[in-house]
């Protein structure tokens, strides 16, 4: 279950700017790899936030440093998925209403065949009637 909270919640600021303590993201890594070294893995908590403005998502990344937002796959593949889900879903829907369609339009047929058999009978036995009259 997906929980959306209306934007109108949450309150944002400015605060001074936080310069990165890398010039790349090659360096980023390293430096992240030389402190699992020194301290093992980290321990913190990270999230995204969900919120709908104007009936509609949006996410709320979290921005580090001044260039850098983060986006995490896992929630960028879940969006596709359920992207994915609903195109299928109005597919299927798009399907069964032309079956619907496709289904009365045999029927019709049908109902127009069964006439014209029952006019050509009808018609038969009128000629029948003509021929044993005479």
Do not use: C
């Not at 030389?34 to 009936?55: N, P, S, Y």
Request: net charge positive; no cysteine; charged share 15%.
């Amino acid at each position: 279950m997906l929980v959306r909270y209306p934007l109108s919640n949450y309150t944002f600021g400015t605060k001074d700017a936080v310069y990165e303590k890398d010039s790349s993201v090659q360096k980023r890594f390293m430096r992240m790899r030389d402190e699992f070294a020194k301290w093992g893995m980290r321990r913190t908590v990270e999230g995204v936030l969900i919120v709908h403005e104007h009936g509609l998502p949006h996410l709320l990344l979290l921005q580090l440093g001044v260039n850098f937002f983060k986006l995490y796959v896992t929630l960028v593949l879940v969006i596709m998925v359920m992207m994915m889900m609903m195109v299928m879903v109005m597919v299927m829907v798009m399907m069964m209403v032309m079956m619907m369609v496709m289904m009365m339009v045999m029927m019709v047929m049908v109902m127009m065949v069964m006439v014209m058999v029952m006019m050509m009978v009808m018609v038969m036995m009128m000629v029948m009637m003509m021929m044993m009259m005479r």
